[in-house]
């Protein structure tokens, strides 16, 4: 097939950081050929170093969605923009064969937005793919097939601790730096913005959540309603965990608390996404170390794309999927906000949408046995 033609709709970190690297390694199944910024002197440096000439450069992305020679809209925008940007495309583009969506995480801003997301692929008939990488990174996907496997025999509980410190980063040349994630119009800001990530994570791993109890510590800070989110989460299948989120601190110990995974006969530990290595500890003594390569993401999100629009796979992260995702986060604030326990995924039967006998695209690769 020949390659799939991509037109950007934000040329901001997200597209220079995250996902142009993941098209470079695709170049032989990726095209870009039209790039939409509202600011002009965004687009400029893309377009040169792309080879684009200006009828392919807008900073308006509606006139870029008639265009017939597009195969894949990728949205990158602010999170508040996310679900207006995605109607706009699935509308234009609706029941047209070969043409597809990526969206980035999260998908909404609020509860209405996040469930009218869900239901565009269905009442546009456009594919939509949104784009969380914790779903399709290396070592997330290992873990979740270690729990399923029982490599820890059954599971019992987990901690997943997660510290940023926001004012920092807000001084650095990052994410962090955006006036939009400074002063958030979405809810929860980073704790949204950030924490929907490892909610992604847990959720992949564990299944569906039956119920949750949050406690926060209010902060007057724009970023986030709460300088720390302590969640206690009940799943379905009768595992129990601690989530918590600290947004405005740091965890100078090392190694950090990061995530840890008890069953009845070992523990796995993964003490944060880039480490490289998943640590396995056996109650009889016995240790394993597994390696996988971090930042994955992207590039594994991209080609389950691409093989979804070639017939060889279906898309595994749908609005869907991210509508859970991002209400379990929302879910989280109704509860640190009212003091409650508030019932998540109305049925136990939750499976992610991966298609049958989905193998990844990696292997393990045990290092040392003690």
Known sequence: MDKLKVGIIGTGLAFERLHYPAYQELSDKYEIVALCDPEPENTRPWAERLGL??????????????RGDINVFDIMVPIENNFRVTEDVARAVAHQHGRAIICEKPLAANYEQAKAHAELPRRYGVPIMIAE????????????????????GEPVYFINNRVICFPEEMLKNDFARTEWRQHPVFAGGVIMDSGVH????????????DKLQA??????????????????????SGVTG???????GKEMQRPLVGLRIFGTSGM?????????????????????QVRYRPQRGYYNELLNLYNALTGREIISVTPEMEYGDVKTILDMLRSAKNGSIVEVDSTSSYIPAYRP?????????????H
């Not at 779903?135 to 290992?142: K, Q």
């Not at 796995?268 to 394993?288: A, F, K, M, P």
Request: charged share 20%.
């Open 53 to 66: 000439g200006v009828n392919n450069i807008y900073t308006d992305y509606r006139p870029m969605l008639w």
């Open 133 to 152: 990488n914790y779903r399709y990174s290396e070592e997330i996907n290992i873990i979740r097939d270690m729990v399923r496997e029982k490599r820890i």
């Open 198 to 209: 490892d909610v992604a994570a847990m959720r992949h791993i564990f299944g569906a959540i």
């Open 215 to 236: 406690f926060g510590v209010p902060q007057h800070d724009d970023f986030a309603p709460y300088a720390v989110l302590n969640v206690n989460l009940r799943f379905h």
């Open 242 to 248: 601690q989530f918590s989120f600290y947004s405005a």
């Open 268 to 288: 796995i530990y993964l003490e944060e996404s880039d480490c490289g290595t998943i640590n396995v500890s056996y109650n009889d003594g016995r240790s394993e």
């Open 357 to 369: 006998n989905y193998q990844p695209q990696f292997e393990y690769h045990p290092v040392t046995w």
